[in-house]
Every structure is written in structure tokens, then in C-alpha cells.
């Protein structure tokens, strides 16, 4: 199974991850000095892209002597693929990638959490179409990205409207592929998240079939290699605290927040102000009731049969009270 992984990371990695991971490895005062290099994982939605945008933790770790590198990846699942090569060493998903990922054996650890959002994904479809209630989506063709934090929320949804998953036809695409399935009419709904979400919303008059507003959401998740986080846990606690600090300030700030992130990432204004607004904020150290929450999740993916065997989340769980306490202590502020 390890190999399958590593071998899609090496189809799904952007050209500039595999150039710069190779000059870890070829340059050899460069991997003299690999301890020094942090390795993050992002995607365009959450804090590690505002901390990319701000330089916050390059200016705050490079008197550790450490510099920080960062990848893009299109979702969750392609991130934490990179986790299990080696190729990062830190990274945020949703709930189910690493749900996914904990299942397929690689070696990562849950390091903190953020809570969840309510209406910042979704399952969506054209303003003109004949589906009104998640019922409707019986025998209908779903676009989405397998093991995404929409996998889930289209799971929880199926299971309320008294539906199972085999009910609907599932066309896992990368959301770049699924926009263009969805845009042409060869699949009838897509279960999405910001930016994307937003993005469709905008571009493309999409209508909100349902969202977690009726559910007990997921929570996002920030990961490590089980290997990093052993070696070095006061790196990790200061990246904690970082995302800690800045989704407060993000929190006080969503129009310089917007702004920050509209520079970056490519988009309308109009999109980022969408996501950016209704996303919560606010890292916080992994606790039993997190574990529970997160074990309802890897339960009800094997449920469905869409992970081959059923996990233990708590055999996953990053424990170093020293940091868990800073972090804690930091939130109660």
C-alpha cells in the first residue's frame, strides 16, 4: 500500500516540490543542514496560507536557524501523501483525509486542531437544476475528491436523508476536474469546500443543495510526521502558537485578512471575502473529546466501506503535554 502512495505523491507533487525535494537530497551542505529546514504542506484556504502570505514563522523561527519551505497541494489527501514520502514534514487537512490516510498506514501524527465550519463547503448544484433535497441526489452522479472533507459531509448528509452512499454514483475528481465536470454537465452535483465553494458560487451561479448547517461537523486538523514531532517538538509548539496568535488576529481583521490573501491566491475579491468570512478560528491542542469527534468520523467511513479497515484514532494522537499545556494556556487567553 506504501508504495501505491508514494507512487501517486510523485504524479500529484507540482513540479517545484519535486525540484526542491531533489535538492535536498543532491546538494550535500544542503542535507547537512535538512534539520534546519522546515517542510509545510498548505493549501489556498486556512491559516498556513495567511502565515505563508505574512512571513510570520520564517521571521519567527529564522533566529533558530531554521528556514521554511512551503507546498501547495490541491487537497488534503495529495497533502498528506507528501507526509508519508517524506517530502514535508507539517500540514492541514479536514477530518477525513487523515482518517484515510491513518488507514492506509502512514506514519503521521494529529499535532492540534481548528473547529469546525458550518458553511464553508458544501454540496452544490446548477441554479437550474431539478434537485432540491439531498434525497434527490438518488442515482445521481456526485463529483468529488475521495477521502476530501466533503467525502464526509456527502456521507453524513446520504446517511440523514435515509440514503446510502451506493445510492448515488461517486466520480472522485481533483477539484480543478471536478469544476469542469460540474460546469459541463456530466455530473449533477459537487461536494466542494472553499475556495472552491465560493469560487463556483461566483463564476458559476451555483446552488447550495446543503452544507454541515444540520450536522455535527468535522474538525481540520494540523499534521506531522510522526518522526519530526518525536524529534522536534518545540518546533512544532512554536508553529502551533503561530497559528494560535494569527487566526485571533485573523479573526479581528477579515478585510485585512482578505486583502492579504486576494494578493496570493488569485482570486476575486469578491470569493475570498465569501470564505474568509465564514471560516472559525482558533488552534487548539488535541483533547479526548477531539479524539471521540474524529473516531465518529473513521467509524462512519468504514461503515460505508470506503476504508479498508477500521482505526484507532487515538494510536495517532501527538502526545506532549509540555506543548498541549502552552497551547491551552494560550487559547484560555
Known sequence: MTSRITLRLLRALPAVALIACAALTSNPSTAQNANKVLRIGYQKSGLLAIIKAQRSLDQKLAPLGYTVKWFEFPAGPQLLEALNANSIDFGATGAPPAVFAQAAGVRF???GTEPAGVTNEAVIVKSDAPLHTVADLKGKRVALQKGSSSNYLLLALLQKAGLRYTDIQPVYLPPADARAAFENGTVDAWAIWDPYYAAAQHALQARTLADYTSLEAGHNFYEATRDFAQQHPDIVGIVLGQLRSTGI?????????????TSQ????????????????????????????????????????????????????VWRNPEAAAKLAATAAR
Do not use: M
Open 249 to 261: 488576529w485573523v479573526n479581528a481583521h477579515p478585510s485585512e485578512t482578505v486583502d492579504l490573501v
Open 109 to 111: 501524527v494529529y499535532v
Open 265 to 316: 491566491v488569485g482570486l476575486d475579491r469578491a470569493v475570498v471575502d465569501e470564505w474568509v468570512r465564514r471560516v472559525p478560528y482558533g488552534t487548539q491542542p488535541i483533547t479526548d473529546d477531539i479524539v471521540r469527534s474524529q473516531q465518529r468520523v473513521a467509524d462512519a467511513f468504514y461503515g460505508a466501506h470506503l476504508i479498508p479497515q477500521q482505526i484507532a484514532v487515538k494510536n495517532n
